[in-house]
């Protein structure tokens, strides 16, 4: 066996690749080979495997229903009988509150990550890729949200769509989209003038194809990096706009909420609005790891001294 | 302003159209901003699920007052009449009625707007007399332990969700140790006991040579300003330290050392003279964010800002006081990325 991972880690590291995807394939190993050797970045990676797993396990770890109230045992302190994080104010575990609560925190993320990042690089190849007056029209819309404060604007949205967790996603989105649209432009109007478009311009590729084949593939990357350096800060937006009782809706075991809830008794029993705090907090500072890890990797350039 | 003596000597030579033509664009790209902003506002306004009639009126009322009313807020002309109505409002200062006070909008925003800006410009202060140095010292000793705790630091920073650290501020520094006073501006028995001047309770307090009440106001802020104080700090420490380093690098700092130059010399005479301008910029932006980062804060310390006024009125669908609300935070944020970006295009000679 060892003698097999031997081979296949030569055949990863060729530098001959024999096939496009032999080509994919090595610069993906070396990629992770560097970004392996972040101790920082790997150990982001670790605790999002781990709340990755948690949200899919939840069933199996939450030790009691995160919805069942047990009013007779209310406000419990840490490490008391079958309840480790203690209770909240209408007895309810707090440990099994937050293994739910892992999947909406997931739930939020994912949707925002794919929503802004699309949006954004719709916007922006278009922009880059079309140039004149879509170009200019496209940038001063992007250049106006960008001008907004997004914690307020997204307040303004959910105030017009109504409190809840959809509307929380879809206004931390439309706060999100516009430097993606930048990244996104800035990438097109590098590669629109290089020679190898043009020869597929002169193939009769039409501006579709050359958007979605060959411009997309490009942008990914710095995409990427943007996404994951952002997500902390969509963890954060979430969690606030759930904290002020506009994200999700009690019961629902959010985060935010979850804090919210805890700051009635914060003086008398500190642990029911900390210990949600602390899973934010490890949640977000996981992906700022990682997202500085995947800069070094994949965006040398922007990468820090 | 030292910098502005220093380097306007260079602007003189640029061609004076060239100039009169980039204020033109820059006033347009202003106008054009400014005319997206409102008109944000003015779409979420009317998508929003309350009819304002109704919120006037009232749901007994009859059909004729209905009528009346309706025609009264304009909503019987074409939309594109409606914006420019309430663009004209907004330029006169008039957001309208708010259903909660019952006092026009602006006047609420006059009113607690000096909370606010009290309490960003002491948290961005705090910021720059910390921030400042640490980035310089983590750029100059690169690697180091210092570097080493700057980046946690920032790090904590960018990752810690702002009102779970003012509420652990509040349990420990106030519920626990009594350090400092607890949530709002002063406490009971200070309420209103100077004249508001500026607003500001510290500065009306100096004005006024009362000192136990600036001392009650000192303690309530202390807090909440530390706070806003850290995550401004974050950031500025990270950027300067990313100045200074591309500075440092440069050659010229390397010719000044051959020189025989002290390193002190070097560090602050040479470098960091040359990171002022884009310093500056940053700051303006982390007092932008800060205005906005207030929002959180100002909720778990119960104090009277824009930002407890917009949340309270979000949460009893005050639309009027919310759009108000976000139409001012959003031009003062427009307005001061617009100085920063000013500020960079006339000081450093490198932007033309």
């Known amino acids: ?305 | 302003m030292a910098i502005a003596k220093h380097n306007t000597g260079g602007r003189q030579q640029a061609p004076l159209e060239l100039w009169v033509r980039a204020t033109f664009l820059t006033l347009g790209s202003i106008i054009v901003t400014m005319l997206g902003l409102m008109f944000i506002t003015f779409v979420i306004g009317r998508v929003m699920p309350i009819d304002p009639v109704l919120a006037i009126v009232g749901e007994q009322a009859s059909k004729s007052t209905y009528d009346q009313a309706y025609e009264q807020l304009g909503l019987d002309r074409p939309i594109v009449v409606q914006f420019f109505i309430y663009v004209w409002d907004v330029i006169h200062g008039d957001f309208g009625k708010s259903l909660l006070t019952a006092r026009p909008v602006a006047d609420d925003i006059k009113r607690v707007f000096p909370a606010t800006l009290e309490l960003a410009t002491l948290g961005v202060f705090a910021g720059i007399v910390l921030g400042v140095p640490l980035g310089v010292i983590a750029a100059v000793r690169r690697g180091s332990w210092i570097d080493q705790v700057a980046r946690v630091v920032a790090l904590v920073g960018y990752s810690m969700p702002i009102f779970w650290l003012g509420l652990m501020g509040l349990l420990i520094f106030y519920g626990i140790l009594g350090w400092v006073g607890g949530p709002g501006r002063v406490g009971i028995f200070y309420v209103d006991i100077v004249p508001s001047v500026t607003g500001m309770i510290l500065v009306d307090s100096i004005l006024d040579r009362n000192w136990a009440v600036f001392k009650d106001a000192l303690s309530h802020i202390i807090l909440p300003a530390s706070l806003l104080g850290y995550y401004s700090l974050a950031y500025i420490s990270r950027m300067t330290r990313s100045f200074m380093l591309e500075q440092l690098s440069a050659e010229y700092i390397t010719t000044a050392r051959v020189k025989g130059m002290s390193e002190s010399a070097v560090i602050w005479r040479h470098a960091f003279k040359n990171i002022r301008v884009q310093l500056i910029t940053v700051i303006a932006l982390s007092y932008a964010n800060l205005l906005e980062g207030s929002v959180l804060t100002e909720i778990i310390f119960s104090w009277p800002g824009i930002g407890s006024y917009i949340t309270t009125a979000l949460l009893s669908a005050d639309m009027n006081a919310v759009l108000g609300g976000t139409v001012v935070v959003g031009l003062i944020f427009i307005l001061l990325n617009i100085f920063s970006d000013l500020l960079y295009k006339v000081f450093d000679p490198r932007a033309k």
């Open chain 1, 1 to 305: 066996m060892p003698n097999n991972t031997g081979t296949l880690r030569a055949w990863l590291l060729t530098d001959t690749p024999t096939s496009r995807r032999h080509a994919k394939l090595s610069a993906l190993y070396q990629g992770w080979l560097s970004f392996r050797g972040n101790t920082m970045a790997m150990v982001g990676l670790g605790i999002l495997v781990v709340l990755v797993l948690i949200a899919f396990a939840a069933p199996l770890l939450a030790p009691h229903d995160p919805f069942a109230q047990e009013l007779g045992n209310r406000l419990q302190p840490l490490w008391s009988e079958s309840h480790p994080l203690g209770t909240d104010s209408l007895g309810r575990d707090i440990l099994s509150r937050l293994i739910y609560g892992s999947r909406i925190t997931l739930y939020i993320v994912g949707l925002v990550a794919l929503i802004a990042p699309i949006t954004g690089l719709l916007v922006g190849t278009v922009a880059g890729y079309v140039g004149g007056w879509t170009d200019q029209i496209l940038m001063r819309i992007t250049d106006i949200f960008l001008a907004f404060p997004r914690l307020v604007l997204a307040l303004a949205f959910v105030a017009a769509l109504g409190a809840g967790i959809e509307n929380a996603v879809l206004a931390i989105s439309l706060t999100a989209w516009p430097p993606y649209a930048r990244i996104a432009r800035a990438e097109t109007l590098t590669i629109r003038s290089s020679d190898y478009i043009s020869a597929i311009q002169l193939q009769g590729a039409g501006a579709l194809r050359i958007i979605t084949k060959h411009i997309w593939p490009l942008c990914i990357s710095s995409l990427i990096v943007r996404v994951t350096l952002d997500m902390a800060g969509i963890i954060l937006a979430a969690a606030g706009l759930g904290f002020l009782g506009l994200g999700a809706q009690p019961p629902s075991p959010e985060w935010g909420a979850m804090i919210s809830e805890g700051r009635r008794f914060i003086l008398d029993h500190w642990w029911v609005a900390t210990v949600p705090g602390m899973a934010i907090f490890t949640v977000s500072l996981a992906f700022n790891l990682l997202g500085d890890g995947l800069r070094d990797v994949l965006d040398p350039k922007d990468s820090e001294h």
